[in-house]
């Protein structure tokens, strides 16, 4: 029997890479969609649940789904204060991975940072380990946690600063090799395969797939 998709942050880098894929995967007969904004797309499959996220548990009857996708995040910059972005990277993620939970989804996978740790004395990466450490704690049978490194893509907004940290990479990118691979950036379009591809898999428990892992889930 085919299933349901859930996924919030579709106009994201990667959350936009990855709709189409769960729209063409024969293994999802329905994908549901959460944002803030509707999306300039029709699909049969596509259920679009348009809500401000800070009223998530108003609409959670419609959040039902199988697979729940989780591409959610800003940036602090982009956010405007540490409280707007924790509000992002931490309640709504959480939250959301809580609703579905309650409402018997079966596996989460959900977008999070190389670094991350919740004892981390950068903010950024502190909050993506303190999200990694609260979705561990939600029933689900699976759990996949993506640590990518430097996402590259079109963004709707462009960062001035990962265009530079991309620029220097790329030129290091020949002496990232060992355990520097994770280092080199990787684009949206290898982590949302990697996260469809990872959603078929069996078994259960928590998997933290890392930034150099992802081509080869991809």
């Given at each position: ?48 649940v348009v809500t401000d ?30 409280e707007a972005f924790y ?58 946690i993506f640590r990518p ?70």
């Amino acid at each position: 029997m085919r299933k349901t998709a859930l996924l919030a942050g579709a106009t994201g880098l990667i959350g936009s890479q990855l709709l189409p894929l769960l729209l063409a995967s024969e293994r999802y007969s329905k994908v549901i969609v959460v944002g803030r904004r509707a999306l300039a797309l029709t699909h049969p499959k596509l259920t679009q649940v348009v809500t401000d996220l800070d009223k998530l548990q108003d609409v959670r009857l419609q959040l039902i789904a199988d697979d729940v996708f989780c591409c959610l995040g800003t940036t602090l910059k982009q956010a405007g204060s540490k409280e707007a972005f924790y509000k992002v990277d931490f309640l709504y993620v959480v939250t959301l991975a809580a609703l579905a939970a309650g409402n018997f989804a079966s596996q989460l996978l959900v977008v999070s940072s190389m670094g991350a740790a919740a004892d981390s004395r950068v903010y950024y990466s502190r909050v993506k380990g303190e999200m990694e450490a609260a979705v561990r704690q939600v029933p689900f049978r699976a759990i996949h946690i993506f640590r990518p490194s430097l996402l590259l893509g079109e963004r709707a907004r462009p960062r001035l600063g990962e265009r530079v940290g991309a620029v220097l990479l790329g030129l290091l990118q020949p002496l990232l090799r060992g355990p520097l691979l994770k280092y080199r950036p990787v684009s949206a379009a290898v982590v949302a395969a990697a996260m469809l591809r990872a959603a078929g898999e069996e078994g259960g428990g928590v998997r933290v797939h890392l930034s150099d892992e992802l081509t080869h889930k991809a």
